[in-house]
């Protein structure tokens, strides 16, 4: 079992930046991890991946040039630098986790992770 806890969500004026943190604890070893949000009314949205060594990344096109997703392993910590942070970026933000079953991709967009963390609420004002 792997238990993640995030942390850094808060209310910023547009134009502003946070940064996101998750911590795994638990079997850590080889996890690829994403970063997910879900806005009011809509549905759970894949925002970025990093593979299991931090080689790969990839992102949604609309925080493309904005975010940064990395980790530090040895933390057990993944973060969500986000800067130039927009209205529309409001919504509660998970953090994922699934076993990289040696694939060192990035899976952005797919739903298949097993481990969520329980959210964190980010509101940007304009």
């Known amino acids: 079992q792997v238990q993640l806890v995030e942390s850094g969500g808060g209310l910023v004026q547009a134009g502003g930046s946070l940064r996101l943190s998750c911590v795994a604890s638990?079997?850590?070893?080889?996890?690829?991890m994403g970063w997910f949000r879900q806005a009011p009314g809509k549905e759970r949205e894949s925002v970025a991946a990093?593979?299991?060594?931090?080689?790969?990344?990839d992102y949604t096109d609309s925080v493309k040039g904005r975010f940064t997703i990395s980790r530090d392993n040895a933390k057990n910590t993944v973060y969500l630098q986000m800067n130039s942070l927009k209205a529309e970026d409001t919504a509660v933000y998970y953090c994922?986790?699934?076993?990289?079953?040696?694939?060192?991709?990035?899976?952005?967009?797919?739903?298949?992770?097993?481990?969520w963390g329980q959210g964190t609420q980010v509101t940007v004002s304009s």
């Open positions: 990093i593979s299991w060594s931090g080689v790969t990344t």
């Open positions: 638990g079997r850590t070893f080889s996890l690829s």
């Open positions: 994922a986790a699934r076993p990289s079953r040696g694939s060192s991709r990035a899976f952005i967009g797919d739903l298949g992770y097993d481990y």
